[in-house]
């Protein structure tokens, strides 16, 4: 039999410094067999948002510490590993290059494989730890910088079929949280008040929503937003409201969207897939969860979500691509560069900023 690969993961794109030891299963599954992540929120919450100085120096000061005590809490060695995946891209260069870096160090003094991870990759697949995904499946990616549907042919294989044409779904909850005088990232807190208020009491714009495609846009909702700061007493009660507007908000495009996109594939495909996978840091959102299942089931699918422990940044979705890319033999030499922008389809246009078309 085979031996069983086991990996280490390595993860420093933004706020989190991770390492992570992930062995396969004999079902195609993994087991995560430490999963250990420092989060720098407190050292950004004051700024609102990340500070990349800051955030690549506390990389360097916890990543030695984060690694070795990953291999402690798996009970390995570092020989016992057989391959060393660290992120190599999308994200802040000066962070990449600490975790990138050691993983690199690491690997040319084990002589064992490298792999540099997209970590767009990691998160598409990091359902995949816990159940088989079939390919191809429909990939709903919604994350601090990232909002978009893609068709996950196969492992390094996609093909966008939508993308946001302005920010992505984490930072506009991000930026509703500032705005609102809450904490960051704005998640967590955003769903929270949303529980307590009344989804119904502001109107607030659904851009493209009519338009055709499955391309998102929040910006507009962003500055609706802040015209109701603005016009409004900031107290207890209009927080609850207007968070739990937002999330309504949010909810109606996401399922509008959706739809879109799964009837696209279902065309593109002759019906000829199962799964459809929502992952990233927005994905642990219960009530999203709630109402992208709604549509999944409405549409014959299975909807597949990571363990809400890995649906933020984390290296054991790192460790467990690099298993995955290794498996394909797509390794990976020493010399490969951190890479700020790196879309999981290399063809589809760059929508972000001026020059863009809707
Ligand atoms: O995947 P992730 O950890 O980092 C990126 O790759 O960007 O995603 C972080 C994003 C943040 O914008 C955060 O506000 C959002 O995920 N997030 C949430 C929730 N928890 C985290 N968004 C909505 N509801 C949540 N409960
Ligand atoms: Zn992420």
Same mark, same amino acid.
């Given at each position: 039999?085979?031996?069983? /690969?086991?990996?280490?993961?390595?993860?420093?794109?933004?706020?989190?410094? +991770?390492?992570? @030891? $992930?062995?396969?299963? !004999?079902?195609?599954?993994?087991?995560?067999?430490?999963?250990?992540?420092?989060?720098?929120?407190?050292?950004?919450?004051?700024?609102?948002? $990340?500070?990349?100085?800051? +955030?690549?120096?506390?990389?360097?000061?916890?990543?030695?510490f984060i690694i070795n005590k990953?291999?402690?809490?798996?009970?390995?060695?570092?020989?016992?590993?057989?391959g060393i995946a660290a992120t190599?891209?999308?994200?802040?260069?000066?962070?990449? #290059?600490?975790?990138?870096?050691?993983?690199?160090?690491?690997?040319?003094?084990?002589?064992?494989?490298?792999?540099?991870?997209?970590?767009?990759?990691?998160? +598409?697949?990091?359902?995949?730890?816990?159940?088989?995904?079939?390919?191809?499946?429909?990939? /709903?990616? @919604?994350?601090?910088?990232?909002?978009?549907?893609?068709?996950?042919?196969?492992?390094?294989?996609?093909?966008?079929?939508?993308?946001?044409?302005?920010?992505?779904?984490? &930072? #506009?909850?991000?930026?509703?949280?500032?705005?609102?005088?809450?904490?960051?990232?704005?998640?967590?807190?955003?769903?929270?008040?949303? %529980?307590?208020?009344?989804?119904?009491?502001?109107?607030?714009?659904?851009?493209?929503?009519?338009?055709?495609?499955?391309?998102?846009?929040?910006?507009?909702?962003?500055?609706?937003?802040?015209?109701?700061? &603005?016009?409004?007493? @900031?107290?207890?009660?209009?927080?609850n409201n207007l968070a739990a507007?937002? !999330?309504?908000?949010? @909810?109606?495009?996401?399922?509008?969207?959706? %739809?879109?996109?799964?009837?696209?594939?279902?065309?593109?495909?002759?019906?000829?897939?199962?799964?459809?996978? $929502?992952?990233?840091? $927005?994905?642990?959102? %219960?009530?999203?969860?709630?109402?992208?299942?709604?549509?999944? &089931?409405?549409?014959? =699918?299975?909807?597949?979500?990571?363990?809400? %422990?890995?649906?933020?940044?984390?290296? +054991?979705?790192?460790?467990?691509?690099?298993?995955?890319?290794?498996?394909?033999? =797509?390794?990976?030499?020493?010399?490969?560069?951190?890479?700020?922008?790196?879309?999981?389809?290399?063809?589809?246009?760059?929508?972000?900023?001026?020059?863009?078309?809707?």
């Amino acid at each position: 039999m085979r031996k069983k /690969l086991t990996f280490l993961g390595i993860e420093t794109s933004c706020d989190e410094t +991770a390492a992570s @030891i $992930v062995q396969e299963k !004999q079902d195609g599954t993994g087991k995560i067999l430490s999963n250990v992540i420092s989060s720098q929120v407190d050292n950004h919450n004051k700024f609102g948002g $990340v500070v990349p100085e800051l +955030a690549a120096r506390s990389h360097l000061e916890n990543i030695e510490f984060i690694i070795n005590k990953s291999l402690k809490v798996s009970k390995l060695k570092l020989s016992d590993i057989d391959g060393i995946a660290a992120t190599a891209g999308p994200g802040l260069v000066v962070c990449l #290059t600490v975790g990138l870096n050691i993983g690199k160090a690491i690997a040319g003094f084990l002589k064992k494989p490298f792999i540099a991870v997209n970590h767009l990759e990691g998160h +598409a697949l990091s359902p995949g730890l816990e159940k088989k995904l079939d390919f191809p499946f429909l990939l /709903l990616l @919604i994350s601090g910088g990232h909002s978009q549907f893609l068709i996950v042919n196969d492992i390094n294989d996609y093909r966008q079929l939508g993308t946001t044409i302005d920010d992505a779904l984490g &930072e #506009t909850f991000d930026k509703t949280s500032k705005m609102l005088g809450l904490s960051y990232p704005g998640g967590p807190v955003i769903e929270k008040l949303a %529980k307590k208020g009344n989804g119904d009491k502001f109107k607030l714009p659904l851009p493209i929503i009519n338009k055709a495609g499955c391309n998102l846009s929040f910006a507009g909702l962003k500055t609706a937003i802040l015209r109701e700061v &603005e016009k409004n007493k @900031i107290d207890n009660n209009f927080k609850n409201n207007l968070a739990a507007s937002f !999330q309504k908000t949010i @909810i109606k495009i996401l399922k509008k969207k959706t %739809k879109v996109a799964i009837d696209e594939f279902k065309k593109i495909s002759n019906n000829n897939f199962n799964h459809f996978v $929502v992952a990233g840091g $927005v994905a642990v959102n %219960k009530d999203i969860r709630k109402n992208l299942k709604l549509i999944a &089931e409405q549409s014959g =699918l299975k909807i597949l979500f990571p363990d809400p %422990k890995i649906c933020g940044d984390n290296a +054991a979705m790192i460790a467990w691509a690099g298993i995955n890319r290794y498996k394909k033999k =797509l390794l990976n030499d020493l010399s490969v560069p951190p890479k700020s922008r790196w879309q999981l389809d290399e063809r589809a246009p760059f929508m972000k900023g001026p020059g863009l078309k809707l």
